[in-house]
Structure formats: C-alpha cells, structure tokens
C-alpha cells in the first residue's frame, strides 16, 4: 500500500535540466570538449561532484581533484545566471490530490539544498513534508541512501513508498531502496527507463493517472 510519494527535482517538479546540459557544456567548453545533452541527463541525480568527477575523466584528465570543487562552483555559478526555472504547473492540484489520499510527500534530488529553495516559493517548500538533497548524502544517485534517508524523515518502511522519477541512475537508486517506480518521458525516452513499474509523458499524466497508480493492482509489492 502507497503511504508517501517521493519526487526527484529537476526534470520532474522543475524544468531546469536543460539549464544544467548548457552550464555542464559551457563549464568543458574550456576544455576544448564538446559534452551531449545525452551524456549529461543520463548522468542526473549523481551529485554535482560525481557528475564533474565522470564528465573530468573523459573530457579533461589533466585536471587534479583538488580543482574540482572549483570547476563544481563555477558549473552552480553558470547554472544560476542561465536559470530560468519554472515549477511545473500541475505541482498544486498534484499536492492536493495526493493529500486526498492522506500521502505523506517528499523531494528527493542529487542538486544542493540551495538550488530547491531558489526555485521553489516559501508557500511550496512548506507542502513537502520531507526534503533530501545532495547536502545530505556523501554517495548520490544510484546509490539508495537518499531514498532511505527521506523514508526515514517520513518514519515510513521503503515498501510503502512511491517514487517519480526521469532518469535512469534514479530509478536504479530507488529500487535499491526498495521503493516502487514510476518514470516520466520528460527528459529522456522511455528506452532508458525500463526498471520503472509504469511511464508516464509528464507530471500532468501522472496526475490524470494518480487514482489508477496508486491502486495496489497497478504497482503491486
């Protein structure tokens, strides 16, 4: 039985991954290296420092770890200046559906706490009843920390929670955990989401669809 449903961020409650594909390009740009939009969404919900930690390897070996935090900061810096993020517009009646049902709802991102509190209002943050960010967790996505970490800030058992997730390291993160998984089309195609129980195109069809998802004969465990 669903008793929470838990978010990723970007790309799902926000349409900020195309800003974060420019800043990572504008970022090894200096590098002489030409980043896909591919190699970075396929890398979503690592944190920031693991995703400079793949992308420095392939694109600019000579750079020494300890000149990663600076790269990671400048990455946050453009992010920030190219941002124009906006939440999604179904986010409110999706919150209200779901308190309905009496769910408990969580954010659950490989982005720093800081970028969730520079998109979302103060009267959005407060509906959350459970936010994990990268400042929380020393490994991110597909590691299962972050999903058992906001389980345990909700006092509920993995098994009673539904996840929303866009991108592959985050569906493997929440099976880890033992969550079921829906996945949404919004950044990637639905080839790469397979380990989700169900696809949906958006955040809009899932609400259209909540009363059905949420049925234990839809996403049975």
Not at 29 to 55: H, M, N, P, Q, W
Not at 140 to 149: E, R, T
Request: glycine share 4%; with cysteine; net charge negative.
């Amino acid at each position: 039985m669903i008793k929470a449903v838990l978010f990723d961020f970007d790309g799902v409650l926000v349409n900020s991954m195309s800003y974060h594909v420019k800043a990572w390009q504008a970022i090894f740009s200096d590098f002489g290296a030409s980043v896909s939009a591919k190699e970075i969404l396929l890398l979503e919900g690592a944190r920031t420092i693991e995703v400079a930690e793949v992308l420095r390897n392939k694109y600019a070996p000579q750079l020494h770890n300890d000149s990663l935090a600076v790269l990671v900061q400048e990455k946050q810096k453009t992010y920030r200046q190219i941002a124009d993020v906006r939440v999604d517009d179904c986010i409110l009646p999706l919150i209200a559906k779901l308190n309905e049902h009496g769910l408990k709802i969580g954010i659950v991102t490989g982005s720093p706490l800081r970028n969730v509190e520079h998109t979302l209002s103060s009267d959005l943050l407060p509906l959350f009843h459970a936010i994990v960010t990268a400042d929380d967790v020393e490994i991110g996505k597909p590691n299962p920390d972050c999903y058992l970490k906001a389980a345990a800030k909700l006092k509920m058992e993995p098994e009673h929670c539904l996840v929303v997730e866009n991108a592959p390291l985050g569906i493997t993160a929440a099976c880890n955990a033992g969550m079921k998984v829906v996945a949404l089309t919004s950044t990637l195609p639905a080839q790469y989401l397979g380990a989700a129980a169900k696809i949906f195109s958006n955040l809009n069809d899932f609400l259209n669809n909540i009363e059905l998802t949420l049925s234990p004969q839809t996403i049975p465990g």
